[in-house]
C-alpha cells in the first residue's frame, strides 16, 4: 500500500512550517530528478502489490449458431508483472501526474466449459500490455493548521491488448468465449489499480502526512515552528514548499518584529535543495533574549580548577585579576573578581558567502567577592559581542559551532579608579573562551532538526553559505528499516 505514498509523499514532502512572515524561514525545492527517484522507488514496491491481486472468477455464456457454451474462468493469478517505466510530469496548475509505461503483465488460471453434452476443462495463459499504464494525479496543498494536505484526482488506468492462450481441449470452441473472458479481465484490473491507488494516496499517504509535526521541541523549553505559510507551488522542473522557521517559546507565539530576506531564485542540482534564512538564526536569539536567558555570572567556580586564580585580586602568578587591574589588588585584596554579563538586545545572525557571524550587544557589571562572602561593585562596562559560526549538517540536523567569539569592553563606571578598558577585554575574552564558548558549542551541537520522512536518508550532501541563508542540497536514499530520530533533552 505504500507504492503511491512513497511517490507524492516521500520526497515532495521531505518538507515540513504562525503565519505572519511574509517570507519563509526555510524553503524546501523538489526537483525532477528528485521526483523521478520517487516514482522508481515507488514502482518497485507497487509491482509486488499488483502481483498479489485477486482477480475474480469469471462465468458466463455465448451464444452460437449451434447453441449455448457455458464457460467458467477461475483461479486467476497475476504471475508476472515486469517493473514498468514511470514518469512523473509537474503541472504548474494542477500539481502532479504520475504514469507508468510500457506495462507487461502475465497471468494464468484454469477454464471449463460445457457445450450441450461436451465437458471439457484446461489451463490458459494470459498476456496484458499497455502502453500507458496508470495515470494519476496527486494534488498537495495546505490546511489551515499549517500541515500539508494530499488527494488523487482522476486516476486512468489503460490496457491496449489482452490476448489469451488456451491449453487442452477443443480449440475451436475457445473463440466462442475467449473475447467475453477477455473484457471482464480488462475492465476489473483497471479499477482495481485504480482503486488501490486512490486507498493509498487518500488514507495511507493522507494519515501519513497528519502524523509529521508542525513545530518540533529544542531543549524543553522552546519550539521550532515548521508550518507551511503558503500551498506547495509546482513549478516547470521541480515543487517548492515554504515553512515559517521561526524559534518560540513553549506556550508562546510571540512574533520576531522583523522578516526573513528573499530567496534567490535559483534551481538546486540534486534531488532535494533546502534553503535555511538567517532569520531563522536570529530568531534563536529573539527569543532566548525575551526569555531572559541571555545573561551569565562568571565567577572562579566556572573555571577549570587549573584556572581559577585568574580572576584573584592578590596574585600568586603573573596572570590575574589583580596584575591586569592593579587598583581592584590595592583596594580589595584577597578577593575574587565575578562578572555579571547581560545581553541589553536581540542577537542577529548574518549568512554571507565568507560564513555566519551572529552580533550582540550587553552590559558587564564587576564586583569583588570579599573574604567575608559581601559583595561589591567594581565597574561597569557595555560590551559587544562578535561570533563565528561553524554550520554542518549530521543526520539531518543542522548543528553549529562557534569558531571565535570575540567581545569588546568599554567601560562606563568604575569605583575603582581608572581603568584600560583593552586589558578588560583581553581579561573577558580569555574567561569567556574557556568557560561560555564550550557550553554555547554544547548547545550548539544539539542543532536544528531538518524535517524528513521515515525511511529517508539524505546522501550525497554539500552544504553552502550564501547571501542571506544556507543552501543545503542533497539527494536522498530510500532505506526501508531506518528512522533517524532527533533527541530535543
Known amino acids: 500500500m505504500a507504492a503511491l505514498l512513497l511517490l507524492a509523499v516521500i520526497l515532495s514532502s521531505a518538507f515540513d512550517c504562525g503565519f505572519a512572515a511574509v517570507n519563509p524561514g526555510l524553503m524546501f525545492q523538489l526537483s525532477q530528478t528528485g521526483l523521478n527517484y520517487g516514482a522508481d522507488v515507488a514502482v518497485g514496491i507497487l509491482t509486488s502489490k499488483v502481483q498479489k491481486l485477486r482477480i475474480p472468477d469469471q462465468r458466463g455464456s455465448a451464444r452460437t449458431k449451434l447453441g449455448k457454451v457455458n464457460y467458467e474462468i477461475t483461479n486467476m493469478k497475476i504471475i508476472r508483472f515486469d517493473k514498468p517505466y514511470s514518469a512523473v510530469n509537474i503541472n504548474p496548475s494542477a500539481g502532479l501526474t504520475w504514469r507508468l509505461m510500457n506495462v507487461r503483465i502475465a497471468m494464468r488460471g484454469n477454464w471449463r466449459y460445457r457445450f450441450h453434452f461436451v465437458r471439457d476443462s484446461g489451463t ?3 498476456a496484458i500490455m499497455a502502453r500507458t499504464f496508470l495515470n494519476v494525479g496527486v494534488s498537495l496543498g495546505k490546511d489551515p493548521n499549517g500541515r500539508f494536505t494530499i488527494s488523487s484526482r482522476k486516476c486512468y488506468c489503460m490496457v491496449d491488448s489482452v490476448k489469451i492462450r488456451f491449453h487442452g481441449g477443443a480449440s475451436w470452441l475457445y473463440n466462442l468465449f475467449s473475447s467475453k473472458v477477455e473484457r471482464p479481465v480488462r475492465d476489473i484490473l483497471r479499477r482495481k489499480v485504480c482503486d488501490e491507488a486512490n486507498k493509498v494516496i487518500n488514507v495511507n499517504a493522507r494519515a501519513q502526512l497528519a502524523t509529521l509535526p508542525v513545530t518540533i521541541d529544542i531543549l524543553k523549553y522552546w519550539m521550532l515552528d515548521y508550518r507551511l505559510v503558503l500551498p506547495p507551488v509546482f513549478q516547470t522542473r521541480f515543487v ?14 510571540r512574533e520576531a518584529p522583523f522578516q526573513a530576506s528573499p530567496f534567490p531564485s535559483t534551481v538546486g542540482d540534486r534531488m532535494v535543495t533546502i534553503w535555511v534564512s538567517d532569520y531563522v538564526l536570529s530568531t534563536i536569539g529573539y527569543v532566548l533574549y525575551n526569555g531572559g536567558v541571555l545573561k551569565r555570572h562568571l565567577t572562579k567556580e566556572d573555571l577549570p580548577r587549573e584556572d581559577r586564580g585568574l580572576l584573584n585580586t592578590t596574585c600568586t602568578s603573573y596572570e590575574c585579576f589583580g596584575i591586569l587591574v592593579p587598583s581592584a589588588g590595592k583596594i580589595y585584596p584577597n578577593a575574587t573578581a565575578e562578572f555579571e554579563a547581560v545581553a541589553t538586545s536581540s542577537p542577529t545572525a548574518t549568512v554571507t ?8 550587544a550587553g552590559t558587564v557589571d564587576c564586583s569583588a567577592r570579599l573574604s567575608n562572602g559581601s559583595l561589591v561593585p567594581m565597574f561597569k562596562a557595555n560590551m559587544t559581542v562578535v561570533l563565528d559560526l561553524q554550520v554542518s549538517l549530521n543526520e539531518m540536523v543542522l548543528r553549529g559551532n562557534i569558531t571565535r567569539l570575540s567581545s569588546v569592553i568599554k567601560i562606563t563606571e568604575s569605583k575603582i579608579g581608572e581603568l584600560s578598558s583593552e586589558i578588560l577585554t583581553s581579561l573577558f575574552n580569555i574567561a569567556t573562551n574557556v568557560v561560555i564558548l564550550p557550553e554555547l558549542n554544547a548547545v550548539g551541537q544539539k542543532g536544528i532538526p531538518v524535517p524528513g520522512f521515515r525511511n529517508v536518508q539524505f546522501v550525497n550532501t554539500r552544504l553552502d553559505n550564501l547571501n542571506r541563508c544556507v543552501r543545503i542540497a542533497t539527494d536522498v536514499r530510500y532505506v526501508r528499516s531506518t528512522y533517524l530520530r532527533y533527541d530535543s533533552n
Do not use: C, P, R
Open 124 to 126: 490458459f495463459d494470459m
Open 353 to 360: 558567502a565568507a560564513g555566519v557571524q551572529g552580533n550582540f
Open 240 to 253: 517548492e514548499s515554504y515553512h515559517k522557521g521561526e524559534f518560540f517559546l513553549k506556550n508562546s507565539t
